[in-house]
């Protein structure tokens, strides 16, 4: 394609441009190549449609939410995920930086980060990662949102069962102390018909 483009609509299968590109609307059903990757500019006002995957070597922005698809019509063997508080106990969180020299084609920042270990999930949550052909990982981490969430439901079932444990051991500390209360009263009085008692033996 030419190294320039103008126009309101492109519809296209495989699509390389070498230069800008300024479009309304953007459907590509196989490879968009811009430049060095995304290198130059490509600038669209209305939607961009991809049918298979995009790959950002740098950062990505944007004033509104990530969406995934998540309708239940798309979904089977839906299933609560098992154990979530205890996998989540077992992932490190780690700050780090990245190799940017070693790997000058991804673009990577310089800053320090934080996240995870791709390795050290896939061996408790082998379901947040993939890989790639030339057998790198990646984590997905807005999926994670599930897990940290259903932890926090199970962490605060457990609080409140020991909160629950707590209070009825309170209840029961109060009966017995009211228990005893009465048992002191019923042992001051016999004390005191045993005083009596004393007196008017000692009368006789």
């Known amino acids: 394609m030419a190294s320039s483009v103008d126009t309101k609509s492109i519809a296209v299968g495989d699509m390389k441009v070498t230069g800008s590109m ?12 811009a430049g060095a990757f995304v290198g130059d500019q490509a600038d669209f006002k209305g939607h961009v449609y991809i049918e298979k995957s995009l790959t950002v070597l740098g950062t990505t ?16 063997k839906i299933r609560t995920i098992d154990s979530p508080l205890e ?3 077992n992932l490190r969180g780690v700050t780090y930086e990245l190799r ?14 934080m996240g995870w270990i791709a390795q050290e999930v896939e061996k408790v949550v082998p379901e947040l990662v993939t890989t790639d052909a030339d057998g ?28 629950d444990n707590v209070q009825n051991s309170t209840d029961t500390i109060r009966a017995l102390s ?13 004390m005191n018909e045993l005083k009596v008692i004393t007196e008017k033996i000692g009368n006789c």
């Open 136 to 163: 790198f990982r990646a984590i997905a981490y807005a999926r994670g949102s599930a897990l940290v969430g259903q932890a926090v439901v199970e962490l605060s079932d457990n609080v409140r069962d020991i909160s």
């Open 87 to 89: 996998k989540v106990r």
């Open 22 to 33: 300024q479009a309304e609307s953007l459907r590509v059903v196989g490879n968009l190549e």
């Open 178 to 190: 009211n228990t005893v209360s009465a048992q002191q009263k019923q042992i001051e009085m016999l």
């Open 100 to 113: 940017s020299e070693e790997f000058p084609k991804k673009n990577f920042g310089k800053e320090t980060q």
């Open 61 to 76: 922005v944007g004033s509104g939410p990530y969406v995934d698809s998540s309708d239940v019509r798309f979904k089977k």
